[in-house]
C-alpha cells in the first residue's frame, strides 16, 4: 500500500521556468492538499481539492495553479518559477467524517529556484 | 480566516511530561488535530479532538476546550526519540462549506537527558 506518492522528490529550477509537482494517493480518499514548508516554519496551505471537480484556494496560491485530474490524482504547477517558491513542498490527503480526519502525507519534495 | 499560535521551543528532560499548548481563532471549526514531524521527514499523525476532552493514545494525548479555542498536547515518559516538531492543526469549513486544513507553525521539542 503506497498512500501518497508525490514525484520528483528534488528539483532545482532556473527562474522563470515552469514545472509540475506530481501527487497521487491510493486510499480512495476525497479531500487532496499542496502544502510549503519553509525553514523553521509550519506548513502552509496552497491549494486544496476537497473532491474531484472542486479546488480551493489557500493560504498563499499566488504564483500556483492546480489540477486535480481524477480522484487519485491532485498536481501543482509553477508557471514562471521564482526564488521566493523554494521550499518543501508536502502533498496530502484524507476522509473526512466519521472520524477519519487523519491528514496521511508523501514524502515531500525540495524545490531550489536559482 | 484563521490564525494558530503556539511556543516556539521547548525543552525537557527525558522521562518528565512536557505540554504544548495551542490558541487558535477560526471560522466554521470542526477540530484540533497535532501532528510530529522529524527533521527531514513528513509530518505524521497523533490525534484528533473535535469534541472537548481528552484523548489518549499511548503517552500520548490531547485536550480540546472549543470554548476557549485552546488545546493541548501531552507527552508523559519523555524519551530521546520524541525530539521532534509538533503541530497543531485546525480543521475548518470554508465559505463554500468545503473542508481544509491549517497548521501551526510549530513547537520543536528537544529531550534532553
Known amino acids: 500500500n503506497a498512500g501518497v506518492t508525490q514525484t520528483p522528490k528534488f528539483q532545482v529550477l532556473k527562474t522563470g521556468q515552469s514545472m509540475t509537482l506530481q501527487c497521487a494517493q491510493d486510499m480512495n480518499h476525497n479531500s487532496m492538499y499542496w502544502y510549503r514548508q519553509d525553514p523553521g516554519m509550519g506548513l502552509r496551505l496552497i491549494y486544496y481539492s476537497a473532491s474531484e471537480g472542486t479546488t480551493d484556494k489557500g493560504e498563499v496560491p499566488n504564483g500556483y495553479n492546480v489540477s486535480r485530474l481524477n480522484k487519485r490524482e491532485f498536481s501543482l504547477r509553477l508557471e514562471s518559477a521564482a526564488p521566493s517558491q523554494t521550499s518543501v513542498y508536502f502533498c496530502a490527503s484524507s476522509e473526512v467524517g466519521g472520524g477519519n480526519e487523519k491528514l496521511f502525507f508523501g514524502s515531500g519534495t525540495q524545490l531550489s529556484v536559482l | 480566516g484563521q490564525s494558530l499560535e503556539q511556543p516556539s521551543e521547548v525543552t525537557a528532560v527525558e522521562g518528565a511530561i512536557v505540554q504544548i499548548n495551542c490558541t487558535y481563532q477560526?471560522?466554521?471549526?470542526?477540530?484540533l488535530s497535532w501532528y510530529q514531524q522529524h527533521d527531514g521527514g513528513a509530518p505524521t499523525f497523533l490525534s484528533y479532538?473535535?469534541?472537548?476532552g481528552l484523548e489518549e493514545t499511548g503517552r500520548f494525548s490531547s485536550f480540546l476546550s472549543r470554548s476557549d479555542s485552546y488545546g493541548y498536547l501531552l507527552l508523559q515518559e519523555l524519551q530521546m526519540k520524541d525530539s521532534a516538531s509538533y503541530f497543531c492543526?485546525?480543521?475548518?469549513?470554508?465559505?463554500?462549506?468545503?473542508?481544509?486544513?491549517?497548521f501551526g507553525t510549530g513547537t520543536k521539542l528537544q529531550v534532553i537527558p
Open positions: 479532538n473535535a469534541l472537548d
Open positions: 477560526t471560522s466554521g471549526f470542526y477540530g
Open positions: 492543526a485546525v480543521r475548518e469549513r470554508n465559505s463554500g462549506g468545503y473542508q481544509k486544513v491549517t
